[in-house]
């Protein structure tokens, strides 16, 4: 049974004792020790010995103020001291976190440039250990920009390599989520079965909250929403007893949000997606700002709607978050079409469509195009639109005749043109061409309650 009323979502109450703390002034010392930190693809300590106590502890103090969500200025200054340590730049285990961490921040530049510096550090260019943390690395950030190909290409690579057990569970989630990001479901569901993750989770699994994020998002590209919402709030749930309450980490409430809103449950879409809006202002960085404000804005549909998603446009591009920028131009096009502004909406898809081509998404392209071909088709008269819409409901040939008092043949004259004029095939493919359309007051209704 899905724990889906708001009694039973996990509540950041720490970030609101975080929030106190750095009020009266935080410092490192004060914190939880470091092996209370979250930390994906955490290393046993044992192979950490050679490690000191001090350099080990501020960085998995920086950590935890990321995960928290707060002073984001202060983690990325720290973050970036670690960085310049040249004498700790040859420990991958020192690199995996201040990386990571870096991540977080929204600085996907920097992260760039210091995986560019790593790989031509000869300390990194001969050791395996150290190039599976910096394919692991590489492929985060192109996960981040929207590159699901680029991915899945260097997580399927380093997989068929060998990796370390405490990588192997995050790099196989980072591969169904990357083959979700390309439109590849038929691939994501293959590693999904392969590596057993289809059925219950084992609990004790290595970064089960990574797993539970790319399992849901790939049961949300499916249509399998109930599904996907209770692996978002199993995610929350674990993600808050780690003491994880910055989005940046996992979005796991927007994601939550767009699944509970297919589900109709709309309360529990905009609590979350308000949830994590506010979580993301905290936090301060474009991405997390950008993705909470198109949760928002869908699950409210309302006037605020379109400025919320021009908002997140404008902060999506900055953080290079090329895959969600996808899904929000498309949703501010519909949204503008609906609102019978066809140039501003016809824009907006026309870039949805420009940026899927550049990430390589070509099941988002096909949809993309389609509904643009579909906005170019000659507008249906009073008779064919009332037609379509009884069709579109599932009535036959024969009902619809009855209905509107025509002859049969009136009806199939009729259908013919419909079809002819939105460029579909046949009945399936009506309630698609219908909603794009926007034609009437009847799909307007309709359209309100989707996502």
């Known amino acids: 049974m899905l724990d889906h009323d708001l009694r039973n979502m996990p509540r950041p109450r720490h970030l609101a004792a975080a929030r106190a703390a750095t009020a009266t002034g935080t410092r490192a010392g004060v914190l939880r020790e470091g092996r209370d930190v979250y930390v994906p693809g955490r290393f046993d300590s044992v192979e950490n010995e050679h490690i000191s106590p001090p350099e ?61 510096r790593l790989a031509d550090d000869a300390r990194w260019s001969g050791s395996p250990r150290h190039q599976e943390v910096l394919t692991l690395l590489r492929a985060r950030i192109s996960l981040l920009e929207g590159h699901g190909v680029e991915a899945s290409g260097l997580l399927t690579a380093q997989l068929t390599r060998g990796l370390s057990p405490h990588l192997g569970g995050l790099a196989v989630a980072w591969l169904i989520e990357a083959h979700v990001l390309s439109g590849e479901l038929g691939h994501a ?39 996907s919402l209770k692996d978002f709030m199993a995610c929350g749930r674990l993600l808050a007893e780690h003491q994880v309450a910055n989005p940046a980490v996992i979005p796991w409430r927007s994601r939550a949000s767009s699944a509970a809103l297919a589900t109709q449950q709309g309360d529990l879409a905009l609590a979350l997606a ?21 949760a928002v804005a869908v699950a409210r549909r309302d006037d605020t709607s379109v400025a919320l998603l021009e908002e997140a446009v404008v902060l999506l591009h900055l953080a290079y978050a090329w ?14 079409i609906d609102r019978e502004n066809q140039s501003a909406g016809r824009r907006h898809l026309e870039a949805a469509l420009m940026v899927a081509r550049e990430s390589g998404n070509r099941r988002r392209q096909r949809s993309l195009r389609s509904a643009l071909e579909r906005l170019d088709a000659p507008s249906l008269t009073s008779q064919e639109l009332h037609i379509g819409q009884l069709a579109s409901a599932g009535y036959s040939n024969r009902q619809i005749a009855e209905t509107l008092f025509l002859a049969i043949r009136t009806v199939e004259f009729h259908l013919s043109s419909v079809y002819r004029k939105l460029a579909i095939s046949g009945r399936s493919e009506l309630h698609s061409a219908l909603h794009t359309q926007r034609l009437s007051s009847f799909r307007a209704d309709h359209c309100s309650s989707a996502v």
Do not use: K
């Open 56 to 116: 080990r502890g501020l960085s998995l103090r920086t950590v935890e103020l990321a995960n928290l969500g707060i002073r984001r200025a202060l983690v990325h200054q720290q973050v970036e001291a670690a960085l310049a340590a040249e004498e700790d730049r040859g420990d991958p285990y020192g690199m995996w976190p201040a990386i990571m961490t870096l991540l977080y921040t929204g600085d996907i530049v920097t992260a760039h440039a210091e995986c560019r």
């Open 323 to 336: 895959g969600e920028l996808i899904q929000v131009l498309d949703d501010l096009g519909t949204l503008q």
């Open 274 to 294: 308000e949830e994590e809006l506010a979580a993301a202002r905290t936090w301060g960085s474009p991405r997390c700002i950008g993705l909470a404000l198109h």
């Open 189 to 227: 569901h293959q590693v999904l079965r392969a590596h057993g993750l289809a059925g219950p989770l084992d609990s004790s699994r290595p970064d089960l909250v990574h797993t539970l994020a790319a399992r849901g998002a790939l049961q949300q590209a499916a249509g399998q929403f109930q599904h």
